[in-house]
T-cell receptor, first 111, second 115 residues
Framework: KQEVTQIPAALSVPEGENLVLNCSFT??????LQWFRQDPGKGLTSLLL?????REQTSGRLNASLDKSSGRSTLYIAASQPGDSATYLC??????????FGPGTRLSVLP | GAGVSQSPRYKVAKRGQDVALRCDPI?????LFWYQQALGQGPEFLTY????????KSGLPSDRFFAERPEGSVSTLKIQRTQQEDSAVYLC?????????????FGPGTRLTVL
């Protein structure tokens, strides 16, 4: 059974810092991996989707990398802003469209 | 529509009552997913539909949980004889195609509280 952990559980940084969120998963037989953000009381918004054959994906200030063999993914956020404050979840997906979510990293960016 | 919608947004039920949660996916999306999210946790997979066919229901926690998507669009998640441990946010997501390469789009969720 796939198990996903995310480190740190919570993070508070001043505005403008670059930061890295870590995701680890136990079963490397994945098809892809998604990073989501979740704002309080709301659903999830997909940020980046990395296929298992890819090493990284970029969208604006966000960059996600994937090391499938070692069961790791990182989300890099450049020049953080208060609007980035949210919970960030990673979810590796298997071949059956089953995504397993980590518990999330709760990020606070202070102005 | 503009996105995935869910209703009701909040539901309070007495233990033992039956509840029905509705999901309206993005128009034309083939795949539909239900997740359960406990407080402070990531969502956990419940079930998956491809059009009207329920292809995976391995995440449903008990036979009190039932989901359907009879016409391949709107889906309903029904919970019979609710118990306190059913209290959670129930999230619905849809994706355009039937492959695993597609992004999932999530609704805002239904927060269920069982007293």
């Amino acid at each position: 059974k796939q198990e996903v952990t995310q480190i740190p559980a919570a993070l508070s940084v001043p505005e403008g810092e670059n930061l890295v969120l870590n995701c680890s998963f136990t079963d490397s037989a994945i098809y892809n991996l998604q990073w989501f953000r979740q704002d309080p009381g709301k659903g999830l918004t997909s940020l980046l989707l990395i296929q298992s054959s890819q090493r990284e994906q970029t969208s604006g200030r966000l960059n996600a990398s994937l090391d499938k063999s070692s069961g790791r993914s990182t989300l890099y956020i450049a020049a953080s802003q208060p609007g980035d404050s949210a919970t960030y979840l990673c979810a590796p997906g298997d071949y059956g469209q089953n995504f397993v979510f980590g518990p999330g990293t709760r990020l606070s960016v202070l102005p | 529509g503009a996105g995935v919608s869910q209703s009701p947004r909040y539901k309070v039920a007495k233990r033992g009552q039956d509840v029905a949660l509705r999901c309206d996916p993005i128009s034309g999306h083939v795949s539909l997913f239900w997740y359960q999210q406990a407080l402070g946790q990531g969502p956990e997979f419940l079930t998956y539909f491809q059009n009207e066919a329920q292809l995976d229901k391995s995440g449903l926690p008990s036979d009190r949980f039932f989901a359907e998507r009879p016409e391949g669009s709107v889906s309903t998640l029904k919970i019979q004889r609710t118990q306190q441990e059913d209290s959670a946010v129930y999230l619905c997501a849809s994706s355009l195609r039937q492959t695993s390469t597609d992004t999932q789009y999530f609704g805002p969720g239904t927060r269920l509280t069982v007293l």
